[in-house]
């Protein structure tokens, strides 16, 4: 019984909460599989068969929304937090530019085929699809639990209850390192294709 009330009491075991601690976790697998991804473009490159092109402009646009969308859905957390019902307005507002970022991304690297950057005779070109795709499915999910949260919103009674509070820190968290890892990714590919 003493053991028990010990564990319990720890500090360990307040710090963080599981279901935190299992998006952390899931944050370090992206990193190492997106760390890969570059390892192997870094390695690919050296070997010569390497042509350059032209970064379309729309990709920096692409990069502004998702800045915009991370501070809006941070400042719709904080609202949410203070039982300010602007969340709503504000989560809306990022998950359309979440949506734009989607958007934005089909379009440049639909720009990007046009001037003949495709997968089979470049390299380079076959290494920024895959690196920007990956990203794309991760902003998908994140889409996804975004759209939930704004459902949850929209339909049930406001109260900053600790559950949901949670839940939708995890939400922000996951978005904010969707966002942090495509600046890390952006200005790899804008610096090293």
Do not use: C
């Given at each position: 019984?003493?053991a ?23 944050f370090g697998s ?5 760390t890969?991804?570059i ?7 050296a ?5 350059e092109f ?8 692409s990069?502004?929304?998702l800045?915009?969308?991370s501070?809006t859905?941070h ?8 039982e300010n019902n602007?969340?709503?307005?504000l ?11 989607i ?6 690297w639909?720009?990007?085929f ?7 005779k ?14 794309a499915?991760h902003?998908?999910?994140?889409i ?9 919103a ?7 209850t600790?559950?949901r ?5 995890l939400v ?22």
């Amino acid at each position: 019984m003493m053991a028990r009330m010990h564990i319990q009491d720890s500090p360990l075991r307040s710090r963080i909460h599981p279901q935190k601690f299992a998006l952390y976790l899931s944050f370090g697998s992206i990193l190492m599989m997106f760390t890969a991804f570059i390892s192997a473009f870094i390695v690919k490159q050296a070997q010569g068969d390497w042509l350059e092109f032209a970064m379309p402009p729309i990709f920096f646009y692409s990069t502004a929304v998702l800045i915009l969308s991370s501070i809006t859905l941070h400042f719709s957390y904080n609202a949410f937090k203070k039982e300010n019902n602007i969340y709503k307005v504000l989560l809306g507002l990022s998950f359309i530019l979440g949506i734009a970022f989607i958007v934005l991304q089909y379009k440049g690297w639909y720009q990007l085929f046009a001037q003949g950057v495709d997968m089979k005779k470049n390299v380079a070109g076959s290494f920024f699809y895959l690196i920007t795709g990956v990203h794309a499915v991760h902003i998908l999910g994140g889409i996804a639990a975004i759209f939930v949260t704004l459902l949850s919103a929209l339909s049930l009674k406001f109260k900053a209850t600790e559950k949901r509070i949670l839940r939708y820190s995890l939400v922000v968290n996951y978005w904010h390192f969707v966002d942090v890892l495509w600046i890390y990714l952006f200005g790899f590919l804008l610096f090293y294709r």
